[in-house]
């Protein structure tokens, strides 16, 4: 393949992506919330306390220096990702990013670490599952697998902390943070790429 931008699906526009990014989230939090009454399902705890909130920064923290280091060592995933990011990312504005931390943070970990956790058990079969529902949902296109697999693992490592604290607002923060500081930091490289090219 030649052209290194190429993707399975047509750019977008700074609207489009906002709109799907709150149709999504709507989506999101219907099913969770539909998943919950009908299964009579508790949802996990939520609780903003500032042990809860170190821990999220702390795991968000983890997570942005393995993608990093990933993306510097696995070629398959930088182009992934770098596919990826450019769909979504490179239309929005810097205001936007806020949205993209705050929209798939909550509806995301409402669903996948709130609902789908206790629904399957609440144990470590339960974040495996679940995590893998996570990063299939990463998946915008056939050469996306890596960028799916890298979801996957931060889905697991969502899950787990949501699993050893048994409170929701700890991968909730972790979320928030690692989309908009990882889409702040892409989108200042690419800015800086530009400048230079």
Do not use: C
Request: without cysteine; neutral net charge.
């Amino acid at each position: 393949m030649s052209n290194q931008n190429s993707s399975d699906i047509e750019p977008l526009t700074r609207t489009q992506i906002l709109v799907v990014m709150g149709v999504t989230a709507i989506i999101l939090l219907i099913i969770a919330k539909v998943w919950q009454r009908l299964g009579s399902i508790a949802l996990l705890d939520v609780e903003l306390t500032g042990q809860a909130l170190l821990f999220g920064v702390g795991l968000s923290g983890g997570i942005i220096v393995a993608s990093s280091l990933i993306y510097r060592l696995w070629p398959a995933y930088r182009q992934s990702a770098d596919s990826y990011l450019e769909l979504v990312i490179k239309p929005l504005v810097w205001p936007d990013l806020i949205w993209l931390g705050l929209l798939p943070g909550l509806s995301e970990e409402l669903l996948f670490r709130g609902v789908m956790l206790p629904a399957l058990g609440f144990d470590l079969l339960a974040v495996i599952l679940s995590s893998i529902v996570f990063g299939v949902l990463h998946l915008s296109g056939v050469q996306q697998w890596p960028y799916v697999v890298w979801a996957t693992i931060v889905g697991f490592a969502l899950g787990y902390s949501a699993l050893v604290t048994g409170n929701l607002a700890v991968p909730i923060v972790a979320h928030i943070i690692t989309n908009w500081v990882s889409s702040s930091l892409w989108k200042l490289g690419k800015a800086k790429s530009d400048v230079v090219s």
